[in-house]
Nanobody, 126 residues
Framework: VQLQASGGGLVQAGGSLRLSCAAS????????MGWFRQAPGKEREFVAA????????DYADSVKGRSTISRDNVKNTVYLQMNSLKPEDTAVYYC????????????????????WGQGTLVTVSS
């Protein structure tokens, strides 16, 4: 699976952004998806995850209530809608994919993902 993230940019605090991650995949493969972020000098951290079915999601406490992860399996794309952005949301955001045989599984850890996109920079100004 090859992943291409987009949608980052510069936004003022309180604003919104929608990140997209387009995946190329082998026919009949199924995969869970996740978003992670990495701020300068910090480790990559979990942001949100979604199962292949799209019926199960999870969020980091830091973004819960402000962000929504979704996916369109026809378009092979996962989205992260982020609202009420804060300066501490500034980071490079990475999408990730994990092959799975269970359509309702999702994953929270960096090491659980097989594939990574190149990242898209989100900068939130105060």
């Amino acid at each position: 699976v090859q992943l291409q993230a987009s949608g980052g940019g510069l936004v003022q605090a309180g604003g919104s952004l929608r990140l997209s991650c387009a995946a190329s995949r082998r026919t009949s493969s199924t995969y869970a998806m996740g978003w992670f972020r990495q701020a300068p000098g910090k480790e990559r951290e979990f942001v949100a995850a979604i199962s292949w079915s799209g019926t199960r999601t999870d969020y980091a406490d830091s973004v819960k209530g402000r962000s929504t992860i979704s996916r369109d399996n026809v378009k092979n794309t996962v989205y992260l809608q982020m609202n009420s952005l804060k300066p501490e949301d500034t980071a490079v955001y990475y999408c990730a994919a994990r092959d799975t045989y269970v359509s309702t599984n999702y994953y929270l850890r960096v090491g659980e993902y097989n594939y990574w996109g190149q990242g898209t920079l989100v900068t939130v100004s105060s």
